[in-house]
Every structure is written in C-alpha cells, then in structure tokens.
C-alpha cells in the first residue's frame, strides 16, 4: 500500500514538472497585464487579440503549416511504402533498413541539423524551404513508418488475397484494398509527422537561411527582442494546434483499435 502511494505520489511529481510551465505559459496569455505576474491581477484575450492582428505572426505560422504539411506528406509517401516493404517483405538488409529509418529518434538532433547544414553548403543551397523540408520529412518518417507498420501488421493479408482470386492485379489490389485498409495508420502518422515539423526548432533554426521564418523561430526572435505578452499567445497557440493534433490521433488510433 505505502509502495502504491510512493509510486503515484513520484508520478504526480513527474506529470507536475513537466506540465507546470506549460500551463503557466497559458495562464500568462490570459493575464491583463503586460508583465508576467502572479497572482495575475486580471484576466484578458487582448493578447490573443493582438496576436492574431500581428502580420509577422500570423506569416510565421502560416509558413510552418506549409512547411508542416510538405514535410509530412513525404514522409507518409516514403514511410508508408517503407512499412510495406519491412513488414510484407523478408530480405537480407530488412534489420539495417529498419535500424535506418528509426535512427531520427535516436541520433540527436543537433547532429542531424548539422549534417544537414553541412550537406546544404557542400550542395551549395544555402538552407531555405527545400532543405528544411528535408530535415523535417527525416524526422517525421519513423513516427510514419512506426504507425503504418503497426497497421500492417494486424492488417487481414487473405482479404488482398481475395481480391487477387477475383481477378484484381497487383496494383489494383494495393490502391483498392491495402490503402483503404492501411489508411487510419496512414493518416495517423501523417499527423505525428505534422506536430514533429510544426513544432520544429533546431533543424528550422540552423538551416532557415533569412528568408524562412516559422512560428518557433519568430517566438524565439521575441523573446530576444520583443518580449510582449503576445509570446505567451502565440505559444499557446502551438500548445493548441499540437494538442488538437494529438487528440485527433487518438481518436484515429481507438477507431482502428475498435
């Protein structure tokens, strides 16, 4: 009994210090003043309201969205045709390909952004919106590949079979039968992919360039130089969009689990 209350009260402990200065952040978004003070002495949307008037901000989450979506459309393109191939397929390299693609989660990620750094001058490109969508599509493929392969791999193989007895090719089987089937894991990673570039810091911030300005990159310009409540806004913003990706994957991940 006393190892139960141990336990839960070191897991309260973990949850609180990693959630307090997120739910801090919205609570000075909310706050009238334009210092963060608590108590706060009243409550506000004026920030928001601001936030939203703000051209550079509202450019700079728009370039993420944009940036967030070419990237995790490849990566769903190269990961889910990956998971197929790890999962249908039985091959010599099949253990390095997968030890591959998984390794954005375990390389750090400082590593990776100098890499590509390194790879964009050797090419001379000079960072921008090509190569950060590269990076970004890196980083989103094993969260893809991971999702689709689970997928795949409860996926019912005879109903393919099926299909091919009945006269169906190859392709017409895939596009009629596999991605229908496949598609929640599909559309699940895709939105994993989505958060991991939208939220995106290191990579964006090493090889931008000056003319790529996403939102985590202009929240910490402010913070540099104009720190305003609008901060806070803007970075409950992210906290929003992210938490309503999440909860749209959950909800896709229980129905495929139904």
Do not use: C
Request: proline content about 4%; charged content about 10%; hydrophobic content about 55%.
């Amino acid at each position: 009994m006393a190892r139960d209350l141990t336990q839960k009260l070191w897991t309260a402990a973990v949850y609180i210090f990693l959630f307090a200065p997120i739910i801090m952040v919205v609570v000075m978004s909310l706050n009238e003043s334009k210092f963060s003070r608590y108590p706060v002495p009243g409550w506000s949307l004026k920030w928001y309201t601001e936030a939203f008037e703000d051209p550079e901000i509202m450019q700079a989450i728009g370039t993420s969205a944009m940036i967030a979506i070419v990237s995790a459309l490849i990566a769903s393109i190269i990961g889910t045709l990956a998971a197929l191939a790890l999962v249908r397929y039985s091959f010599g390299l099949r253990k390095f390909l997968r030890a591959t693609f998984m390794s954005p989660l375990i390389i750090p990620e400082v590593v990776i952004s100098v890499a590509l750094l390194t790879l964009s001058t050797t090419l001379n490109l000079k960072g921008g919106f090509f190569v950060i969508i590269g990076g970004h599509a890196l980083l989103g493929l094993p969260f893809v590949i991971t999702v689709v392969a689970a997928r795949l791999a409860n996926f019912d193989a005879t109903l393919e079979e099926a299909a091919q007895d009945l006269g169906a090719t190859e392709i017409e089987t895939f596009f009629k039968v596999t991605l229908p089937l496949a598609l929640p894991g599909i559309v699940g990673g895709m939105i994993l992919a989505f958060t991991v570039s939208f939220d995106n810091f290191l990579v964006t911030y090493m090889n931008a360039g000056s003319g790529v300005v996403t939102i985590p990159l202009k929240i910490f310009s402010m913070i540099r130089f104009e720190f305003s409540p609008k901060l806070h806004a803007a970075s409950t913003l992210i906290i929003g969009i992210t938490i309503g990706l999440l909860v749209i994957y959950h909800l896709l991940t229980r129905t495929k689990n139904n």
